[in-house]
């Protein structure tokens, strides 16, 4: 069942959509910001844009190719596509426009984005799991 506006038909609401949707994209946002800030980077807004413009790209990738407006809020259905395309759309769209895209920042990416984006998930099933036991 989706958080909000659950429908009965198991077709996700606007709102749940939307929402997951916005905090997909303020998660992807925060881990620039973090990683700008690990590495004592200026121009912080215009930084942090330009850090996560590829990720984002690659979760709106991830949304389309798992159709995640369906179900936003699955781990299985939505989460892990997202998760992959931000991964991999963006450190493709990274590399072709001369952006740093190494084995370490691969890795504290993949998992990175892996508990940010899996996790709320996660803890929103546990959450209704718990709810309706």
């Known amino acids: 069942m989706n ?3 659950a429908k009965p038909t198991g077709t996700a609401s606007p709102v749940t959509v939307a929402g997951a949707v916005m905090t997909d994209a303020v998660l992807i946002l925060v881990f620039a910001a973090i990683g700008r800030d690990a590495h004592q980077r200026g121009d912080v807004v215009a930084g ?14 991830g949304w389309l190719i798992t159709c ?5 809020l699955s781990v299985r259905k939505a989460g892990i596509g997202v998760w ?8 493709l769209l990274r590399a072709i426009t001369n952006q ?34």
């Not at 995640?68 to 936003?72: I, L």
């Not at 920042?105 to 959450?127: H, K, P, T």
């Open 48 to 61: 942090v844009l330009l850090t996560a413009w590829p990720f984002l790209a690659g979760a709106a990738a």
């Open 100 to 133: 740093t895209v190494v084995l370490p920042f691969v890795i504290v990416a993949l998992i990175s984005l892996g508990v940010l984006l899996l996790g709320y998930r996660l803890v929103i099933s546990a959450y209704h799991r718990r709810k309706s036991a």
């Open 84 to 91: 992959l395309g931000s991964l991999v759309v963006g450190m």
């Open 3 to 5: 958080v909000l506006n």
């Open 68 to 72: 995640a407006w369906r179900h936003p």
